[in-house]
């Protein structure tokens, strides 16, 4: 197996993760009691912090090895999961949003730099096609994965611990 195919399946794993809830998060957060505009909140922060975080982390790639990042990345995003599995409460979750965005967009610029760092030049365009299409195919399997679960009453608090413990995994992962 190739570099970019390993590389490329370690991220549609990741991907597939993100996406078994992020779909979701809004029905979650109407069952908790969060009004619309708490919920729009908690969304923006996760974007707006993509902003304020780019350029760091691109800079952090040119200067650490990109597979401690992803390893750092995917214990922000753990920690954003676990402690979503533990609170109800509108400003603790803003705050993990905060963390889980930070560790969002260093994990898709570390990724992205580690995956143009190990590609052959000569095959760019097979390359991102391979990475790509493992990334669209698993986000719409983790999509589907995380409906079944919910459909079967797998709480969201469960799905939450279960996708903090693979992102643990994964950051284990990073390092080998």
């Known amino acids: 197996m190739t570099t970019i195919t390993k590389i490329s399946i370690f991220n549609a794993l990741a991907k597939a993760f993100q996406m078994m809830l992020t779909f979701f998060l809004a029905i979650h957060f109407v069952n908790i009691g969060f009004s619309g505009t708490e919920i729009g909140i908690i969304f923006s922060v996760y974007s707006i912090v993509s902003i304020l975080t780019i350029l760091p982390s691109g800079i952090s790639n040119d200067r650490l090895k990109s597979k401690n990042l992803i390893a750092l990345s995917l214990l922000l995003l753990a920690a954003q999961f676990f402690a979503l599995s533990q609170t109800h409460h509108f400003p603790m979750i803003a705050?993990?949003?905060?963390?889980?965005?930070?560790?969002?967009?260093?994990?898709?610029?570390?990724?992205?730099?580690?995956?143009?760092?190990?590609?052959?030049?000569?095959?760019?365009?097979?390359?991102?096609?391979?990475?790509q299409g493992f990334n669209y195919l698993a986000m719409g399997l983790g999509m589907i994965i995380a409906g079944t679960l919910l459909d079967l009453d797998y709480s969201f608090e469960t799905l939450f611990r279960i996708t903090g413990f693979l992102y643990l995994i994964m950051a284990v992962i990073a390092l080998i």
Do not use: D, M, P, W
Not at 104 to 116: E, H, L
Not at 121 to 131: D, H, P, T, W
């Open 95 to 131: 705050i993990f949003f905060l963390i889980g965005g930070i560790g969002r967009t260093i994990y898709n610029t570390s990724v992205q730099s580690f995956f143009f760092k190990s590609g052959q030049v000569e095959q760019a365009s097979k390359n991102i096609g391979i990475f």
